[in-house]
């Protein structure tokens, strides 16, 4: 079966440091990789999404990036924290064909101080 | 621009009544949809979806019926239950090229009291 890990849970940062939270999913090739953010009280907003290899497409423009060095491992990153990036991070897998729904991890909780 | 909408912030329904959660959505090229239910601090997990062709998919006490139309869809929760106090939230996939983004609404906390 497929499962998808993704940490730390929790992560407390001070402004202007770096960040790198690591996602990996385990029981399936090729999948669509996707990293979501949660503010306090909003939806889940779209942050990145990754069609394979080296394959990444930003949604919104800001202070994060995101590759994906293997297969099965989509990384989060940024040099420089802004007080604006705390929230709730999700990464999340589905498979390439259509109609099919996407799993996600359990999520990180960022706070920049 | 938001391309899936959840215009009700929240909803609170009685234990074995009905829970109708709404969605609607702009773009014309998505041609699946999903719910998805989300526990504080956890990630979502899914629930029902639906394609295009239908208008109608049922799973247990979960219903999700689709508009295409009026570009609408809901979820029905028949009988509501406590443990059903989540946000849940609406996302939709598009054809071709655009099957690969999910996109997200901004969530309906439902609260079902006993």
């Known amino acids: 079966s497929q499962t998808i890990h993704q940490w730390p849970a929790t992560l407390v940062q001070p402004v202007g440091s770096p960040l790198s939270l690591e996602c990996t999913v385990e029981g399936t090739s090729n999948p669509n990789l996707y990293w979501y953010r949660q503010a306090a009280g909003r939806g889940l907003q779209l942050l990145f999404y990754?069609?394979?290899?080296?394959?990444i497409s930003s949604e919104v423009p800001q202070n994060l990036s995101a590759s994906r060095p293997q297969d099965r491992q989509f990384i989060l990153s940024s040099k420089k924290l802004l007080l604006s990036d705390s929230g709730f991070y999700l990464c999340a897998w589905r498979g390439a064909a259509w109609g099919t729904e996407a799993f996600f991890g359990q999520g990180t909780r960022l706070t920049v101080v | 621009d938001q391309q899936v909408k959840q215009n009700s912030p929240s909803l609170s329904v009685q234990e074995g009544r009905i829970s109708i959660l709404n969605c609607d959505y702009t773009n014309s090229m998505f041609d699946y949809f999903l719910w998805y239910k989300k526990y504080p601090a956890e990630g979502p997990t899914f629930l029902i979806s639906i394609s295009s062709i239908k208008d109608k998919n049922e799973d247990g006490r979960f219903t999700v019926f689709l508009n295409k139309s009026a570009k609408h869809l809901s979820l029905h929760i028949v009988p509501s239950q406590p443990g059903d106090s989540a946000v849940y939230f609406c996302?939709?996939?598009?054809?071709?090229?655009?099957?690969?983004?999910?996109?997200f609404g901004k969530g309906t906390l439902l609260t079902v009291n006993p």
């Open positions: 990754s069609v394979g290899i080296g394959q």
């Open positions: 996302a939709a996939l598009g054809k071709g090229g655009s099957n690969y983004k999910l996109t």
